[in-house]
Protein backbone atom coordinates (compact mmCIF):
# COMPACT_ATOMS: atom_id res chain seq x y z
CA UNK A 1 0.00 0.00 0.00
CA UNK A 2 1.08 3.45 -0.44
CA UNK A 3 2.03 6.19 2.09
CA UNK A 4 2.61 9.51 1.94
CA UNK A 5 6.22 10.29 2.53
CA UNK A 6 7.93 13.21 3.43
CA UNK A 7 11.94 13.56 2.49
CA UNK A 8 13.49 16.60 3.75
CA UNK A 9 16.48 18.11 1.93
CA UNK A 10 14.40 15.59 -0.93
CA UNK A 11 15.35 18.14 -4.30
CA UNK A 12 18.82 17.03 -4.65
CA UNK A 13 21.43 14.59 -3.95
CA UNK A 14 20.72 11.56 -1.71
CA UNK A 15 17.48 13.11 -0.99
CA UNK A 16 16.21 13.17 -4.56
CA UNK A 17 17.12 9.89 -5.45
CA UNK A 18 15.18 8.96 -2.25
CA UNK A 19 12.31 10.91 -3.19
CA UNK A 20 12.19 9.13 -6.91
CA UNK A 21 12.78 5.66 -5.36
CA UNK A 22 9.79 6.54 -3.28
CA UNK A 23 7.62 7.67 -6.06
CA UNK A 24 8.20 4.53 -7.89
CA UNK A 25 7.60 2.40 -4.83
CA UNK A 26 3.99 3.68 -4.89
CA UNK A 27 4.15 5.87 -2.44
CA UNK A 28 2.73 10.16 -2.65
CA UNK A 29 5.73 11.98 -1.85
CA UNK A 30 6.62 16.09 -0.37
CA UNK A 31 10.15 16.66 -1.19
CA UNK A 32 11.12 19.72 1.15
CA UNK A 33 13.81 22.37 0.06
CA UNK A 34 15.62 25.12 2.09
CA UNK A 35 16.66 27.41 -0.20
CA UNK A 36 17.22 26.53 -4.05
CA UNK A 37 13.98 26.95 -5.44
CA UNK A 38 15.93 26.69 -8.97
CA UNK A 39 16.80 23.14 -8.85
CA UNK A 40 13.48 22.52 -6.57
CA UNK A 41 11.71 23.58 -9.63
CA UNK A 42 13.80 21.87 -12.26
CA UNK A 43 13.28 18.49 -9.69
CA UNK A 44 9.52 19.40 -9.60
CA UNK A 45 9.68 19.35 -13.41
CA UNK A 46 11.38 16.23 -14.01
CA UNK A 47 9.90 14.15 -11.69
CA UNK A 48 6.42 15.30 -10.85
CA UNK A 49 6.56 15.19 -7.15
CA UNK A 50 5.62 17.78 -5.36
CA UNK A 51 7.92 20.13 -2.94
CA UNK A 52 7.57 22.19 0.19
CA UNK A 53 10.21 25.04 0.64
CA UNK A 54 10.88 25.42 4.38
CA UNK A 55 13.58 25.48 7.08
CA UNK A 56 13.69 22.15 8.56
CA UNK A 57 15.70 24.27 11.42
CA UNK A 58 12.32 25.62 12.14
CA UNK A 59 10.22 23.98 14.61
CA UNK A 60 6.75 26.06 13.26
CA UNK A 61 8.07 26.19 9.85
CA UNK A 62 7.97 22.27 10.51
CA UNK A 63 4.03 22.52 11.89
CA UNK A 64 3.07 24.75 9.23
CA UNK A 65 4.44 22.27 6.95
CA UNK A 66 3.16 18.97 7.83
CA UNK A 67 -0.14 20.23 8.67
CA UNK A 68 -0.11 21.41 4.33
CA UNK A 69 1.43 18.24 3.48
CA UNK A 70 -1.18 16.63 5.39
CA UNK A 71 -3.99 18.52 3.50
CA UNK A 72 -2.50 18.26 0.13
CA UNK A 73 -1.61 14.59 0.22
CA UNK A 74 -3.35 13.05 3.38
CA UNK A 75 -1.87 11.63 6.60
CA UNK A 76 2.13 11.20 6.59
CA UNK A 77 3.49 7.36 7.15
CA UNK A 78 6.94 7.65 6.24
CA UNK A 79 8.98 10.46 7.52
CA UNK A 80 12.80 10.48 5.64
CA UNK A 81 14.62 13.33 7.94
CA UNK A 82 17.77 13.64 5.59
CA UNK A 83 18.45 17.27 5.16
CA UNK A 84 21.88 18.15 6.35
CA UNK A 85 24.87 20.70 5.42
CA UNK A 86 28.48 20.68 6.55
CA UNK A 87 30.50 23.52 8.04
CA UNK A 88 33.82 21.65 7.78
CA UNK A 89 36.47 23.25 9.81
CA UNK A 90 38.92 22.79 12.82
CA UNK A 91 37.64 23.46 15.72
CA UNK A 92 40.48 26.07 16.59
CA UNK A 93 38.77 27.91 13.53
CA UNK A 94 35.06 27.14 14.19
CA UNK A 95 33.15 30.27 15.23
CA UNK A 96 29.85 28.98 17.44
CA UNK A 97 27.27 29.60 14.09
CA UNK A 98 29.16 26.94 12.06
CA UNK A 99 28.69 24.56 15.13
CA UNK A 100 24.99 25.93 15.97
CA UNK A 101 24.12 26.21 12.15
CA UNK A 102 24.72 22.22 11.67
CA UNK A 103 23.32 21.06 15.00
CA UNK A 104 20.30 22.81 14.33
CA UNK A 105 19.83 21.66 11.02
CA UNK A 106 20.91 18.13 10.92
CA UNK A 107 20.00 17.40 14.51
CA UNK A 108 17.36 19.31 15.55
CA UNK A 109 14.92 19.10 12.42
CA UNK A 110 15.19 15.35 13.08
CA UNK A 111 12.73 16.26 16.12
CA UNK A 112 11.13 19.12 14.62
CA UNK A 113 10.29 16.45 11.90
CA UNK A 114 9.40 13.57 13.96
CA UNK A 115 7.33 15.95 16.82
CA UNK A 116 5.30 16.57 14.02
CA UNK A 117 4.29 13.34 12.73
CA UNK A 118 4.26 11.31 15.48
CA UNK A 119 0.98 12.15 17.04
CA UNK A 120 -0.93 10.95 14.09
CA UNK A 121 1.49 7.67 13.48
CA UNK A 122 0.71 6.61 16.95
CA UNK A 123 -2.90 7.01 16.26
CA UNK A 124 -2.94 5.39 13.28
CA UNK A 125 -0.74 2.66 14.05
CA UNK A 126 2.01 2.55 11.80
CA UNK A 127 5.02 4.66 10.85
CA UNK A 128 8.57 4.28 9.13
CA UNK A 129 11.01 7.08 10.03
CA UNK A 130 14.45 6.87 8.72
CA UNK A 131 17.04 9.18 9.65
CA UNK A 132 19.94 9.66 7.44
CA UNK A 133 22.98 9.75 9.75
CA UNK A 134 26.54 9.22 8.39
CA UNK A 135 29.83 7.15 8.80
CA UNK A 136 31.40 10.28 9.94
CA UNK A 137 28.69 10.24 12.94
CA UNK A 138 30.22 7.01 13.65
CA UNK A 139 34.13 7.69 13.10
CA UNK A 140 34.68 10.90 13.43
CA UNK A 141 36.41 12.93 10.71
CA UNK A 142 38.38 15.70 10.90
CA UNK A 143 37.86 18.99 10.22
CA UNK A 144 33.89 18.36 11.18
CA UNK A 145 33.55 18.48 15.21
CA UNK A 146 30.16 20.01 14.17
CA UNK A 147 29.00 17.40 11.72
CA UNK A 148 30.47 14.32 13.37
CA UNK A 149 28.76 15.78 16.91
CA UNK A 150 25.06 16.06 14.80
CA UNK A 151 25.52 13.23 13.14
CA UNK A 152 26.11 11.10 16.54
CA UNK A 153 23.24 12.17 17.90
CA UNK A 154 20.71 10.97 14.51
CA UNK A 155 21.83 7.32 16.15
CA UNK A 156 21.45 8.13 19.75
CA UNK A 157 17.95 9.68 18.60
CA UNK A 158 17.13 6.68 16.41
CA UNK A 159 17.56 4.28 19.02
CA UNK A 160 15.80 6.15 21.70
CA UNK A 161 12.30 6.70 19.70
CA UNK A 162 12.55 3.51 18.24
CA UNK A 163 12.25 2.08 21.36
CA UNK A 164 8.81 4.38 22.24
CA UNK A 165 7.58 3.54 18.61
CA UNK A 166 8.02 0.04 18.62
CA UNK A 167 4.74 -0.56 20.15
CA UNK A 168 2.46 1.61 17.89
CA UNK A 169 4.02 -0.36 15.01
CA UNK A 170 6.11 2.86 14.23
CA UNK A 171 9.80 1.73 13.53
CA UNK A 172 12.99 4.13 13.56
CA UNK A 173 15.97 3.72 12.00
CA UNK A 174 18.95 5.37 10.29
CA UNK A 175 21.47 5.18 7.57
CA UNK A 176 24.79 5.59 7.92
CA UNK A 177 26.00 6.55 4.04
CA UNK A 178 29.62 6.70 3.62
CA UNK A 179 30.84 9.40 1.09
CA UNK A 180 28.19 9.38 -1.61
CA UNK A 181 28.89 11.17 -4.94
CA UNK A 182 26.70 14.09 -4.11
CA UNK A 183 27.37 18.35 -4.40
CA UNK A 184 28.08 17.96 -0.64
CA UNK A 185 30.95 15.42 -0.84
CA UNK A 186 32.39 16.83 -4.17
CA UNK A 187 32.48 20.30 -1.91
CA UNK A 188 35.71 18.51 -0.27
CA UNK A 189 39.16 19.88 -1.78
CA UNK A 190 39.92 17.40 -4.21
CA UNK A 191 43.07 16.85 -2.54
CA UNK A 192 41.47 15.30 0.13
CA UNK A 193 38.86 13.84 -1.13
CA UNK A 194 41.50 11.44 -2.95
CA UNK A 195 42.96 10.66 0.32
CA UNK A 196 39.75 9.78 1.60
CA UNK A 197 38.69 7.72 -1.28
CA UNK A 198 42.03 5.97 -1.37
CA UNK A 199 40.35 4.62 2.50
CA UNK A 200 37.25 3.44 0.83
CA UNK A 201 37.80 -0.73 -0.09
CA UNK A 202 35.41 -0.38 -2.45
CA UNK A 203 37.23 2.54 -4.30
CA UNK A 204 34.70 4.21 -5.28
CA UNK A 205 31.90 7.02 -3.82
CA UNK A 206 28.93 5.44 -3.14
CA UNK A 207 26.01 6.10 -5.75
CA UNK A 208 22.79 8.38 -4.12
CA UNK A 209 20.45 5.57 -5.50
CA UNK A 210 22.45 2.72 -3.05
CA UNK A 211 21.29 4.63 -0.12
CA UNK A 212 17.66 4.89 -1.46
CA UNK A 213 17.53 1.47 -1.65
CA UNK A 214 18.29 1.14 1.48
CA UNK A 215 15.38 3.43 2.69
CA UNK A 216 13.51 1.49 0.74
CA UNK A 217 14.35 -1.84 2.51
CA UNK A 218 13.21 -0.10 5.96
CA UNK A 219 10.14 1.60 5.10
CA UNK A 220 8.81 -1.65 3.67
CA UNK A 221 5.07 -2.44 5.84
CA UNK A 222 6.66 -5.75 6.34
CA UNK A 223 9.93 -4.87 7.59
CA UNK A 224 7.95 -4.16 11.18
CA UNK A 225 10.74 -5.98 13.02
CA UNK A 226 13.62 -4.00 12.41
CA UNK A 227 13.69 -0.96 14.28
CA UNK A 228 16.59 0.88 16.33
CA UNK A 229 19.17 0.04 13.70
CA UNK A 230 21.50 1.73 11.59
CA UNK A 231 22.30 0.61 8.37
CA UNK A 232 26.01 1.26 7.12
CA UNK A 233 26.48 1.79 3.11
CA UNK A 234 30.05 3.07 3.13
CA UNK A 235 32.00 0.75 0.50
CA UNK A 236 33.57 -1.02 3.66
CA UNK A 237 35.13 2.76 4.74
CA UNK A 238 34.16 1.71 8.70
CA UNK A 239 33.38 -1.29 9.98
CA UNK A 240 31.53 -2.23 13.13
N1 LIG B 1 43.88 13.52 9.76
C1 LIG B 1 45.03 14.11 10.21
N2 LIG B 1 45.49 15.27 9.75
C2 LIG B 1 44.81 15.84 8.77
C3 LIG B 1 43.62 15.30 8.24
C4 LIG B 1 43.19 14.08 8.77
N3 LIG B 1 42.07 13.48 8.31
N4 LIG B 1 43.17 16.12 7.28
C5 LIG B 1 44.03 17.16 7.20
N5 LIG B 1 45.02 16.97 8.10
C6 LIG B 1 46.16 17.84 8.32
C7 LIG B 1 46.79 18.22 6.98
O1 LIG B 1 47.68 17.20 6.56
C8 LIG B 1 47.50 19.50 7.33
O2 LIG B 1 48.70 19.25 8.01
P1 LIG B 1 50.07 19.93 7.47
O3 LIG B 1 49.80 21.40 7.56
O4 LIG B 1 51.07 19.40 8.44
O5 LIG B 1 50.21 19.42 6.08
C9 LIG B 1 46.57 20.15 8.36
O6 LIG B 1 45.77 19.07 8.88
C10 LIG B 1 45.66 21.18 7.74
O7 LIG B 1 44.93 20.56 6.68
P2 LIG B 1 44.25 21.43 5.57
O8 LIG B 1 45.31 22.12 4.73
O9 LIG B 1 43.23 20.61 4.83
O10 LIG B 1 43.53 22.53 6.50
P3 LIG B 1 42.46 23.57 6.15
O11 LIG B 1 42.28 24.40 7.39
O12 LIG B 1 42.71 24.24 4.86
O13 LIG B 1 41.14 22.68 5.94
C11 LIG B 1 39.42 21.16 6.47
C12 LIG B 1 40.68 21.87 6.98
C13 LIG B 1 38.35 22.21 6.11
C14 LIG B 1 38.91 20.31 7.59
C15 LIG B 1 39.78 20.34 5.23
O14 LIG B 1 40.82 19.45 5.56
C16 LIG B 1 38.60 19.53 4.74
O15 LIG B 1 37.72 20.04 4.05
N6 LIG B 1 38.57 18.24 5.07
C17 LIG B 1 37.46 17.33 4.65
C18 LIG B 1 36.49 17.15 5.75
C19 LIG B 1 35.47 16.15 5.28
O16 LIG B 1 35.76 14.97 5.08
N7 LIG B 1 34.25 16.57 5.09
C20 LIG B 1 33.22 15.69 4.62
C21 LIG B 1 32.20 16.50 3.92
S1 LIG B 1 31.02 15.45 3.09
C22 LIG B 1 30.15 14.79 4.33
O17 LIG B 1 30.27 15.12 5.47
C23 LIG B 1 29.15 13.73 3.91
C24 LIG B 1 29.28 12.54 4.74
O18 LIG B 1 28.38 12.28 5.55
C25 LIG B 1 30.39 11.60 4.56
Do not use: W
Given at each position: ??????????????????????R???????????????????FEERSGIRTYKFDVSDFEACQGAVDRITKDLGPV?????NAGITRDGTMHRMSFDRWN?????????????????????RERGFGRIVNIGSVNGQAGQYGQVNYAAA????????KALAQEGAARGITVNAIAPG????????????????KIIATIPVG???????????VLFLVDEDMG????????????????
Open positions: MGHVAIVTGGTRGIGEAISVALDAGHTVAATYAGNAEAAKRGILVNAVLQTNLSSCFNMARCVIDGMKSGIHGFTYIDTDMVRAVPEKVLERLGHASEIAKGFMTGSTLSINGGQHMY
